[in-house]
């Protein structure tokens, strides 16, 4: 008896993935989710607020109803479209949660390149801006105050989920000190310094970063808490701590930059200080988490030579250059913080 053909459905799903990628991304560039906000409209209502053509209305939205980003209450042209819980939580710009930054910078600017990653995979080389002869995304931004500024804010949503469950889930007990190595806008510092009130924090970042950096830190309330530092990792030593981060620090570097910087955390901790670095780690095996894994190959449109990496890629950089004990932490989603102790 023949055996039924198998189920060709996942395999079709992700080949079409990049249809529902853009729907999400352009609605989110559309300001669909912050327009509705708490209100129930018609898409007709919906439709002309954020400016779409009338034969795109229903098959748009209803798209975003099929895939539970948008709620629909009633048929026809009567009905009324709503945000869901998840989608007014993180994809309204005026609520704190707000993720929406990085999507629209993967619209922008990672949709396209990721197009070239055939190129990518044939000659290991960035398929970035610098492609065409322009400058990267750090010279740029770096150039360009209010760039910087929005590509930070772009970071902010998706980092804080990591940083609060870092804050919460790290044993910070026997640490007073702690030092945020590209601290970008001190994020992970004012996350830490709310549930850690013994902690006394510094953010540290390139000079163009402090500004903005002192800015949250204000308008966190925490100016007495969180200092700002600022340096080039590359050429100066980090500040003293007993606890080093960085947060999605390491994977935008090769391994000899890498290795620079874990000498570095090394160099700045007491005895029994711990260095940390939270990404979306790959599992050991390198079979399981697919999120650290297309990031890996993020980092190579993005750079060529950096790479995402496992935990035991870690402790092994990390016990070259002189740690003695290791530990991961999961946080949220496919990231973790793995933990290198002098």
């Known amino acids: 008896m023949s055996q039924p053909p198998l189920d060709p459905g996942p395999i079709l799903q992700t080949a079409f993935a990049f249809w529902a990628s853009k729907v999400l991304l352009t609605a989110v560039e559309f300001d669909v989710f912050t327009t509705l906000g708490e209100r129930r409209l018609t898409g007709a209502e919906l439709g002309e607020a954020v400016k779409l053509h009338p034969r ?39 609520q704190p949660r707000y993720i929406g930054g990085i999507m629209l910078m993967l619209n922008a600017r990672l949709f396209k390149f990721w197009n070239d990653l055939p190129e990518a995979l044939r000659t290991g080389l960035p398929q970035n ?93 925490l100016s007495d808490r969180i200092a700002t530092a600022h340096g080039d990792f590359f050429a100066d030593p980090l500040p003293k701590a007993d606890v080093i981060t960085m947060g999605m620090i390491l994977h935008d ?53 950096a790479f995402d990496y496992s935990a035991a890629d870690f402790r092994g950089w990390c016990a070259e250059v002189g740690f003695t004990r290791f530990d991961v932490i999961h946080l949220a989603g496919p990231s973790s913080a793995v933990i290198a102790y002098k």
């Open 56 to 94: 795109a209305i229903s098959d748009f939205l209803d798209t975003l109803v099929s895939m539970k980003f948008l709620e629909r209450e009633g048929d026809g042209p009567d009905a009324k479209y709503a945000n869901t819980p998840a989608t007014s939580m993180y994809l309204r710009r005026d």
């Open 129 to 221: 801006e610098t492609k065409g002869g322009g400058k990267g995304i750090f010279e740029e931004l770096y150039a360009n105050p209010a760039n910087l500024e929005m590509f930070l804010g772009s970071m902010t949503g998706l980092s804080r989920l990591n940083f609060e469950a870092f804050a919460a889930k790290f044993d910070f007990s026997p640490y007073k000190t702690l030092c945020d190595v590209g601290g970008a806008a001190a994020v992970l510092s004012i996350e830490v310094a709310k549930q850690q009130a013994h902690l006394q924090c510094t953010s540290f970042d390139l000079p163009p970063v402090e500004p903005i950096a002192r800015k949250h830190i204000e308008a966190a309330g």
């Open 253 to 305: 570097w090769n391994l000899e930059k890498k290795m620079h910087l874990i000498r570095a955390a090394y160099d700045a901790l007491p005895e029994g200080g711990a260095f940390v670095a939270i990404e979306a780690i790959i599992d050991d095996a390198r079979r399981e988490n697919t999120m650290g894994l297309l990031m890996s190959l993020n980092m190579l449109i993005e750079f060529g030579d």
